[in-house]
T-cell receptor, first 113, second 113 residues
Framework: GAGVSQSPRYKVAKRGQDVALRCDPI?????LFWYQQALGQGPEFLTY????????KSGLPSDRFFAERPEGSVSTLKIQRTQQEDSAVYLC???????????FGSGTQLSVL | GNSVTQMEGPVTLSEEAFLTINCTYT??????LFWYVQYPGEGLQLLLK?????DKGSNKGFEATYRKETTSFHLEKGSVQVSDSAVYFC????????????FGAGTTVTVRA
């Protein structure tokens, strides 16, 4: 597709379950970002990849959060032992180079019950 | 640290009314400033940006001017349309870490016919 694709669109998890959220960036895009958007708030930066290298993971809220991009294209954000406070929309964005315009996906809405 | 404060919503307007959404920021150095828009069911899209003091960003009839003296980047449109109904986010990025966006909480705008 032409844009950033995220799946699933919606995810419901029971507290304590592990979840994996997928991001397919625009083909050939070098930079990839994950953001967390709580209800009624703006997105908060989680992590940044340049190709397969995770250059900044300072925004990950705890060691239960893990992101990877092993081949420099698709990325997965994994949350272990989900908690209710993890409920949010998780946004992925990509950028062609190391600077310039970012393109956002529609997000995955995670609800932890 | 960096922060962005924007006018709380929701804002409801009639078609052809004048729209202003206030945005102020706190940052070290001289950040780049952005307005993003999120239409219903879609991902975040860059609306406009400004990278230095006194720059004016403009797009689709929207304008915002980077005011260093008041640390502000207010969004304006002279005559709104129903299709402008969306959530608007003010954001900044640092010069040194330009990949990391800091967002405001968002302002929901509804335009009535």
């Amino acid at each position: 597709g032409a844009g950033v694709s995220q799946s699933p669109r919606y995810k419901v998890a029971k507290r304590g379950q592990d979840v994996a959220l997928r991001c397919d960036p625009i083909s050939g895009h070098v930079s990839l970002f994950w953001y967390q958007q709580a209800l009624g708030q703006g997105p908060e930066f989680l992590t940044y990849f340049q190709n397969e290298a995770q250059l900044d993971k300072s925004g990950l809220p705890s060691d239960r959060f893990f992101a990877e991009r092993p081949e420099g294209s698709v990325s997965t954000l994994k949350i272990q032992r989900t908690q209710q406070e993890d409920s949010a929309v998780y946004l992925c964005a990509s950028r062609a180079g190391t600077s310039g315009r970012e393109f956002f996906g529609s997000g995955t809405q995670l609800s932890v019950l | 640290g960096n922060s962005v404060t924007q006018m709380e919503g929701p804002v409801t307007l009639s078609e052809e009314a004048f729209l202003t959404i206030n945005c102020t920021y706190t940052a070290t150095g001289y950040p780049s400033l952005f307005w993003y828009v999120q239409y219903p069911g879609e991902g975040l899209q860059l609306l406009l940006k400004a990278t230095k003091a006194d720059d004016k960003g403009s797009n689709k009839g929207f304008e915002a001017t980077y005011r260093k003296e008041t640390t502000s980047f207010h969004l304006e449109k002279g005559s709104v349309q129903v299709s402008d109904s969306a959530v608007y986010f003010c954001a900044l990025s640092e010069v040194t870490n330009d990949y990391k966006l800091s967002f405001g909480a968002g302002t929901t705008v509804t335009v009535r016919a």
